[in-house]
C-alpha cells in the first residue's frame, strides 16, 4: 500500500495554482491530481493574498476580475484550524 503524506503549499506555490504564471501548469497538477491532502499556514494565506492584491493594484499584472477569482477561490480552499480566530476588532 502507497505511503500518504501531506503536501504543505507556500505562498509562492498557491499564487501559481490560482494565476496563471511560469510553472504554474505543473503546480496546478499536482496541487488538483496528486495531493490528496493539502493546507498552508495562515502567514502563507496571508502572505499570499498580498501577493495577489499587489499583482492587481500595483504591478498591474491582474484585471479585478481576475483578483476577485484567485482572491474567492484561495478563500473558498483554505479553512484555518479551529484554534485560528480573528476578530472585527483585528481588523483595521
Not at 503549499?9 to 497538477?29: G, N, Q, T
Amino acid at each position: 500500500m502507497p505511503s500518504v503524506g501531506a503536501s504543505c503549499f507556500d505562498a509562492s506555490a498557491l499564487v501559481k495554482i490560482y494565476i496563471p504564471e511560469y510553472d504554474s501548469d505543473a503546480a496546478r497538477e499536482y496541487f488538483q491530481l496528486c495531493s490528496p491532502t493539502k493546507y498552508t499556514t495562515p502567514f502563507c494565506f496571508f502572505e499570499d493574498m498580498n501577493v495577489l492584491k499587489s499583482k492587481w493594484l500595483y504591478q498591474k499584472q491582474l484585471t479585478q476580475t481576475q483578483y476577485n477569482d484567485a482572491a474567492w477561490n484561495l478563500m473558498a480552499w483554505y479553512e484555518p484550524s479551529p484554534n485560528f480566530q480573528i476578530s472585527t476588532s483585528d481588523i483595521h
